[in-house]
């Protein structure tokens, strides 16, 4: 009898962790999705290189505020809209994280159409730092000395490749800062990832749908009139977008954040690869320095936060 107590003690407590072990799984498996999407985007938005930034930027507006809301209708979702925009504070937060996002979004494809992958990964690079620097500012977040070491390392790389290229690397400090800002928001905003990219989009939808019926009156519009693989690409943009989104939420709610912090990484690496293995854009040993100084600061604060991480798991309850 006491054995067969025992037993069935056994398999309760064995259940939980196969459940934990599972739901892990599927979190890593969700967020390392959507950093490989975001790494491989510059591969998608190469089909559209004949197709000016500005317009790429509506269409994916457009399209990604389509699907979303089919999406949320599906998921019996729509209502969260409302109730969001009620809270106080909501519907400012999301005006000001739209105009972000789209300045993000319209960067990204810029550079993109303009060979400047590299300058891409750069941005996403720095990102997290620029995110740590924000925590000071604006959140009064206080670092330790590693993570101030991790600081003053990204910012002597950003010094070297200002003095290296003779200008400030605009195009990686523009997506980092509007990134960073857009992240900040979002982070204060009491709503959730989807509803509040619904409700950012339906912000902006105006904006890109009046440009799109200018551009189609002007003669100058692609989609219906630059082959059957643009005017794919142009409407799969919304999924493209709306996909890892919710990936990365539905990933980043189910490992612990140090892990998140860490893969994020994997996307400007990606992003890197594609500039160099398959745009052949130049990568310069001078360009590489500064590189090397930002990689250095990125491994000091990863690891840092692994073992912050380690320690608060070490630590009594």
């Not at 990604?64 to 969001?84: E, N």
């Not at 360009?287 to 991480?309: E, H, K, T």
């Amino acid at each position: 009898m006491n054995d067969l107590s025992s037993s069935r003690a056994a398999s309760a407590a064995a259940a939980p962790a196969s459940t934990h072990v599972a739901l892990y799984k599927r979190g890593f498996g969700a967020t390392v999705g959507a950093f490989a999407i975001w790494g491989l985007f510059p591969l998608y938005l190469y089909g559209l290189t004949s197709v000016p930034a500005l317009e790429i930027t509506a269409h994916r507006v457009v399209w990604s505020c389509v699907f979303v809301l089919a999406w949320m209708a599906v998921r019996g979702d729509l209502g969260k809209l409302s109730a969001a925009i009620a809270r106080p504070g909501v519907l400012t937060r999301l005006a000001a994280s739209a105009i972000l996002v789209s300045v993000n979004w319209l960067a990204f494809v810029w550079a993109i159409n303009e060979n400047r992958v590299v300058d891409v990964s750069l941005g996403y690079y720095i990102n997290p730092l620029l995110n740590v620097v924000l925590g000071i500012l604006v959140l009064s977040e206080r670092l330790n000395r590693t993570q101030w070491i991790a600081v003053a390392l990204a910012a002597l790389g950003v010094a070297y490749l200002t003095v290296e290229t003779g200008q400030l690397p605009w195009i990686a400090l523009t997506l980092a800062t509007s990134f960073g800002l857009y992240g900040l928001i979002r982070k204060t905003a009491s709503v959730e990832a989807l509803p509040g990219l619904a409700i950012e989009m339906i912000l902006l939808v105006p904006f890109a749908v009046g440009f799109l019926i200018w551009c189609e009156m002007k003669g100058t519009a692609a989609l219906g009139h630059s082959g059957l693989v643009v005017d794919v690409l142009l409407v799969a943009s919304g999924i493209v977008t709306a996909v890892p989104l919710f990936l990365f939420s539905y990933g980043a709610r189910l490992i612990p954040y140090s892990t998140v912090g860490v893969l994020q990484y994997l996307a400007p690496s990606m992003q890197l690869a594609c500039a160099v293995l398959v745009f052949g854009e130049p990568f310069q040993r001078g360009r590489a320095v500064g590189f090397a100084l930002i990689w250095a600061a990125l491994i000091v604060y990863a690891c840092d936060g692994l073992l912050r991480a380690r320690r608060q798991k070490l630590s009594p309850a």
